[in-house]
């Protein structure tokens, strides 16, 4: 009486992905662009909104409003978190600011400093150090350190924060060390 449902290809994923493309490309990019401050960026971020649609582990909703009401949703939470990972930046660029007395750049300070910093890496536990090193160091996302580490999205940013925290207070405590 109940046949089997088709088994959901690759292919199948494949079109669906491209024709979601082709319907709310236009109206996705209009969005993004209002959201950032140049064209790259827009592109960027709605070509993340459709690889995560592409890697989503439940399929993108059918019917007209709630593919582009999920797409759109994606595309702000995006955004949101890339505001935030700004403000988290900036935040802790101000703590080593005011940390750090603004000296004259020369090849001696730089040498210390980065010295410094090193030195003060060296203190974070292995798996906290490898987290700060790949996010501030080699610019890699979250996303991608979770997947590199075989740890969560989560546990990265928590690593984060204890990191950058530590990382202040271990310079802040040097600091009279390098004078």
């Known amino acids: 009486i109940a046949a089997p449902l088709p088994a959901d290809t690759a292919a199948d994923r494949g079109d669906r992905l491209g024709a979601l493309f082709d319907e709310h490309y236009p109206r996705l990019y209009r969005l993004a662009r209002r959201l950032v401050a140049n ?3 827009a592109h ?12 989503a582990r439940r399929p993108v909703p059918t019917g007209q409003t709630s593919e582009e009401a999920w797409l ?18 900036n935040r802790a660029d101000a703590r080593m600011r ?21 030195r003060a890496l060296d203190v974070l536990p292995p798996r906290r150090r490898a987290v700060v090193v ?11 350190i979770a997947a590199l580490l075989g740890i969560t999205a ?18 802040d405590s040097r600091k009279g060390e390098t004078r």
Not at 44 to 55: H, N, S
Not at 72 to 89: C, E, G, H, M, P
Not at 106 to 114: C, F, P
Request: aromatic residues 6%; positive net charge; without cysteine.
């Open 39 to 41: 064209a790259d960026d």
């Open 44 to 55: 960027d971020l709605v070509q993340e909104t459709f690889l995560r649609a592409a890697t």
């Open 72 to 89: 759109v949703r994606v595309l702000v939470n995006l955004r949101r978190d890339q505001w935030r990972r700004t403000a988290s930046r």
């Open 98 to 118: 005011a940390a750090w007395p603004r000296q004259e750049p020369d090849q001696e300070s730089a040498l210390i400093a980065r010295s410094a910093i090193w």
């Open 134 to 144: 790949l996010h501030e160091l080699e610019e890699r996302s979250v996303r991608e």
């Open 154 to 171: 989560i546990t990265v940013r928590w690593h984060l924060s204890v990191g950058r925290r530590d990382l202040a207070r271990v310079l």
